[in-house]
């Protein structure tokens, strides 16, 4: 397959080998695209130099921190004058505390939701000006299964993943005429290095696992294989739906 028949992709939030981001990111690498690993860091992209090279030239990290316009539209930029389109993009990226509603602070609020809610949108803003001249575009942005259900102590979290998922159905909305699709996966507790030492807190995990009906967390590829669907030209018919990956827990 040449560069020009491969779709080009930019994950948010994949600098972790070990990570969410990353793990989508290898899912869309073996679908054949060219991908941006998306790192808020300078010394994270160079610590990536090492891992992508077994993937030559398909995968490239840049620097891209989501909390700050001039990061994001200079990544954008990037990818536009490397490439010449984009045609996925995957808001993973974000942040989140675990706080009581009374000892969330204004700056945590504020920190989560431009990370989160500001974020996704200013990255799919700038996404959605190189799809639209395209006529052809996939935006998933990766919400959680707390922007349906209350879950204490996560009231900040909680909300920017609501807004994210009416970010979701507005950008539908509008995009749906251009070709472009703009979906949300909202996964359960997954089993990955932010949640592990939750995790393994006996209690905690029982706690977590009597709200999940197929009784076990849920892993990375788990959600890559969601957002692979989404991202694929079978899913074109598909837009402003926010995919639940929760084992059941928002059933009830």
Known sequence: MNKASQSIALVTGANDPAGLGFGIAEALLADGAIVYFGCRLDQQVRALAEPLKRFESRARAVQLD???PVSIARAFALVGSESSRLDILVNNAGDGANC????ETAEQWDRIMTANARGSFLCSQAAARLMLP?????IVNISSQAASVAIANHVAYSC??????MLTMSM????APFGITVNAVAPTYLDTPGTRPFLENPEFRKSVLSRIPVGRVGTIGEIAHAVQF???RNSGLITGEILMVDGGWTLS
């Open 66 to 68: 989501v909390s700050d």
């Open 230 to 232: 989404l991202v694929s």
């Open 134 to 138: 395209q006529r052809f575009g996939r």
């Open 172 to 175: 539908a909305l509008e995009w």
């Open 100 to 103: 009581a509603a009374l000892d």
């Open 160 to 165: 920017s993943k609501a807004a994210i998922n």
